[in-house]
C-alpha cells in the first residue's frame, strides 16, 4: 500500500511562490508509478496539474500550469515536489499527491493523460491560499 504525505502548503499573495513537497513510501519494486500533483479548488473538480512516472525524467502539465509548476522527484523516487511560481487567487485550494500503479502502458498513458481515474493512492491534501 502505497501511503503519501504532502506538506508546503500555505498562504502567499499573488505573484508570490511554494513548494510542495510529498513524501511516499509502500512501493513495489515489480510495478511502475504514474506519480503527480491534482488540485481540488472551491466550487470546482479535482483537476491535474503535473504528473511523471517514478524514476523516469519526462514530465506532462495539465493546460495552462507549465511554465508556472514545475514537477520534479529526487533521484530515490520516494519524494515528489511541485514548485509553483506567480500563484493567482484562483490557484487556491487543496493540493493533493498521488500514484498510479500498474504496468508501463498504464502508467505511461495515465502520465500522459493526467488521468485521475487511475490514481488509485492520494495523500490528504495541503492547503494552499493566494491572496490578492
Known amino acids: 500500500q502505497v501511503q503519501l504525505v504532502e506538506s508546503g502548503g500555505g498562504s502567499v499573495q499573488t505573484g508570490g511562490s511554494l513548494k510542495l513537497s510529498c513524501r511516499a513510501s509502500?512501493?513495489?519494486?515489480?510495478?511502475?508509478?504514474?506519480i503527480g500533483w491534482f488540485r481540488q479548488s472551491p466550487g470546482k473538480e479535482r483537476e491535474g496539474l503535473a504528473t511523471?512516472?517514478?524514476?523516469?525524467?519526462?514530465?506532462f502539465y495539465g493546460a495552462s500550469f507549465e511554465g508556472r509548476f514545475t514537477i520534479s522527484q529526487d533521484n530515490d523516487g520516494n519524494m515528489l515536489y511541485l514548485q509553483m511560481d506567480n500563484l493567482k487567487p484562483e490557484d487556491t485550494g487543496i493540493y493533493y499527491c498521488?500514484?498510479?500503479?500498474?504496468?508501463?502502458?498504464?502508467?505511461?498513458?495515465?502520465?500522459?493523460?493526467?488521468?485521475?481515474?487511475?490514481?488509485?493512492?492520494w495523500g490528504q491534501g495541503t492547503q494552499v491560499t493566494v491572496s490578492s
Open positions: 511523471m512516472v517514478r524514476g523516469y525524467r519526462g514530465t
Open positions: 509502500g512501493y513495489r519494486s515489480s510495478k511502475y508509478y504514474c
Open positions: 498521488a500514484a498510479a500503479p500498474g504496468s508501463w502502458a498504464l502508467v505511461d498513458g495515465a502520465c500522459r493523460d493526467l488521468n485521475i481515474g487511475q490514481f488509485h493512492f
